[in-house]
């Protein structure tokens, strides 16, 4: 029973009382999920599930699941840490296989079908997860171990396990009087199914909101591959003739970097932040609101002044104040660090004799612009140079072969769920196996925006499984023949979501509940942002980023400019970024009773009251499409990108003081932090490896902030 299988949103609608089960259907030995999966590395059979399969895995899964809590809880023997937690962890395996598989796929290529079956689990799933925490026998169970945690002799990770799950029942309530735990059972499922509701919502618009373009001369400036898959994305819609630009998730678009044509990125703009706020079925605001107040809601009866109080006691930065000291820190520097970045846009739109004042849609555009007349360069020229093939293989791949020794094999003989998805076997530097790795990295209507890494299977001693993990990338896929030509920014995020991949890949831990990316979520983006170093290293750049016709390396010249360019724009990414991060406190750090009525005013007045209420620079996310909150785990989380990258920034610095991409330092970084999951306390991982506590500085310097 890992941790990872509680934070699904989850549970049936069965009691842990001692009464008998209302009777489920059983799976038969045909249904896929019904015993672990016999491909390599368990790797789900995809070619074998069908949408019919998981109503009944997931009833069974649940059912059995209930079954061994129940036994457990029952069992007549005094309380051991073998009858119970490794009891506990061993327990919902089926239900575990199921649901890894239905909430990654619902992700990434999900149907009617699915989407009815999510929003019909959503209390249950809630429900069942209740029905274990909430149990008093089983609490009462671990709650003795915890009182005797000292006498027991358990090696560090057992001790931290039992601390880890007696932690979790009492924020689950596990202490509440009865009635109080039943209100927060209704909270829970009403919480479920609100943010199962929302993120269907976001992806429905996303479709529903893409832009019809009649002509191509409307599309100048685009280059002829991103116009063909414009293109293409007309005619799978059945408009042979016309262009569709699809919306990612972000408030910017990418196209309206190029787009030549004002009005063409004034409606991609207004098509992009009106999402969910629009009226009609996919209209989040009553959504927001409701989770929001809920969220409050629950906070108070566990006893906490708000959601953000509860949520940051159990993350590295413990508690709202901590947040909100960090985001002040570095709000007043970065606005006004985009306010000279619009001035010099405004001075550009005015040589042109624009006749009109910067607006945040034409930011992405101008600032190409400044950037060529002030480095001479744009960054188009790269793109013929950042061939998503080599980006991967003599990028990535080759990064993590410098640092880890780890080398990839392509398994075309593996099943996949979409053809676009690619198949490696990791190996270790010893040559052993070590994981699959799985390349979704193409953008398609059924896949959410954004990116994201997940897990199939966690690595586990207890079950001697190894990884299999994946990672999500939201690429427009040009027509069959041409090439994936990458941005820079989508390179950086490959590099990114790679080092989420390689923490999961890398675990080695006894418990699953500690496994892989199973860490404070101000924690988790640390090591994925410290890979992106590696997408810019001079040995590394010059290994992948070559002319995807011609072979040549990219001219020096260039390259240098790359390098140089790497803090320009700053104030804009580091505004965009904080404007979304504080929209999510304030909604967060409001108290039980005191909520607002309008969604956008109040989104308003938190970016106002905070001072970063500069127009040309809009949040990277506004609330009625912001997942990562709504819909995510990184509800009063979005900080941690920005907490994260304190620790990233110093540790960047500790790989140029002692020699950059070596096996020395790769392995120790292995060693000290990415294989240990879980299992040790996050900060004393960072000091395991770096001999101290994090400085800000690097990351001040970074971004071009000064401290005040």
Do not use: C
């Not at 959503?122 to 429900?127: Q, T």
């Amino acid at each position: 029973m890992s941790r990872n299988l509680f934070l699904i949103m989850a549970t049936s609608l069965l009691s842990m009382s001692s009464q008998a089960a209302p009777a489920l259907p059983t799976i038969t030995p045909d249904n896929p999920f019904y015993a672990a999966s016999t491909l390599p590395y368990q790797l789900p059979p995809f070619d074998r599930i069908k949408d019919a399969d998981y109503a009944p895995a997931f009833a069974d899964g649940m059912r059995q699941q209930l079954t061994e809590m129940r036994a457990i809880a029952d069992n007549s023997a005094k309380p051991t840490f073998d009858n119970t937690l490794v009891a506990m962890e061993r327990s919902g395996r089926l239900l575990n296989r199921v649901s890894e598989v239905f909430f990654n796929l619902s992700g990434t290529n999900t149907n009617p079908v699915m989407q009815a079956l999510e929003r019909d689990l959503a209390p249950k799933l809630s429900a069942h997860r209740d029905a274990i925490q909430l149990d008093g026998k089983l609490y009462a169970r671990i709650d003795k171990l915890y009182e005797q945690r000292t006498t027991l002799a358990l090696d560090p990770q057992s001790l931290r396990l039992l601390e880890r799950v007696h932690t979790d029942f009492v924020r689950a309530g596990a202490p509440l009087p009865l009635a109080s735990q039943q209100k927060l059972r209704d909270m829970n499922s009403q919480l479920a199914s609100l943010a199962t509701t929302f993120s269907q919502n976001v992806l429905n618009e996303i479709n529903a909101s893409a832009i019809t373009v009649d002509t191509r001369a409307e599309l100048d400036g685009l280059s002829d591959n991103a116009i063909a898959a414009a293109a293409l994305a007309a005619k799978v819609r059945g408009l042979d003739g016309k262009y569709v630009l699809a919306l990612v998730n972000t408030t910017g678009q990418p196209p309206a970097s190029s787009l030549t044509n004002r009005a063409l990125r004034q409606r991609l703009y207004d098509a992009s932040t009106i999402r969910g706020s629009r009226g009609g079925e996919f209209d989040n605001r009553a959504i927001v609101l409701q989770l929001a107040s809920l969220r409050a809601d629950r906070a108070a009866l566990l006893g906490y002044p708000s959601h953000a109080a509860y949520v940051l006691q159990e993350e590295t930065a413990k508690n709202p104040a901590a947040v909100n000291q960090l985001l002040a820190r570095l709000a007043p520097p970065a606005v006004a660090n985009a306010r000279v970045e619009g001035d010099a846009i405004q001075k550009i739109i005015d040589a042109e004799k624009g006749g009109f004042k910067l607006a945040a849609a034409d930011w992405t555009f101008y600032t190409e612009k400044v950037r060529k007349a002030r480095f001479d360069f744009d960054e188009t020229q790269l793109r013929p140079y950042f061939e998503l093939e080599s980006v991967l293989q003599n990028g990535v791949f080759f990064a993590a072969n410098k640092l880890y020794g780890l080398t990839f094999k392509e398994r075309k003989d593996l099943p996949v769920y979409d053809p676009s998805v690619r198949v490696f076997e990791v190996f270790d530097a010893d040559g052993k196996p070590l994981a699959l790795f799985l390349a979704d990295m193409y953008a398609r209507s059924s896949k959410r925006g954004g990116a994201w890494m997940n897990s199939y299977v966690e690595q586990s001693d207890l079950f001697g499984t190894r990884p299999v993990v994946a990672n999500h990338l939201n690429i427009p896929q040009p027509p069959d023949g041409e090439p994936t030509l990458l941005t820079f920014d989508e390179v950086t995020t490959a590099f990114h979501e790679f080092g989420h991949a390689l923490h999961g890949m890398m675990s080695n831990v006894r418990y699953p509940t500690f496994s892989g990316t199973s860490v404070p979520r101000d924690f988790v983006e640390f090591p994925s942002q410290v890979n992106e170093m590696w997408s810019v290293w001079p040995e590394v750049l010059a290994n992948y980023a070559k002319h995807y016709q011609t072979g040549a390396p990219m001219p020096k010249a260039l390259l240098d400019k790359v390098l140089a360019t790497r803090t320009f724009n700053e104030g804009f990414r580091t505004t965009e970024y904080l404007k979304a991060a504080l929209i999510d406190q304030q909604w967060h750090q409001l108290g039980a009773g005191n909520m607002p009525t309008d969604v956008l005013a109040f989104e308003a007045e938190a970016l106002k009251k905070a001072g970063v209420d500069y127009a040309p620079v809009p949040p990277r996310y506004r609330s009625t499409y912001f997942s990562h909150v709504f819909a995510g785990g990184y509800s009063a989380g979005y900080y941690a990108y920005i907490w994260s990258e304190v620790l990233d920034a110093d540790t960047v610095e500790w790989f140029k003081e002692h020699g950059g991409l070596t096996r020395k330092n790769g392995d120790w970084f292995r060693q000290t932090l990415l294989s240990r999951g879980g299992s040790v306390d996050a900060m004393q991982l960072f000091r395991d490896f770096r001999g101290r506590d994090a400085k800000i500085e690097p990351l001040l310097v970074r971004r071009g902030l000064t401290a005040p």
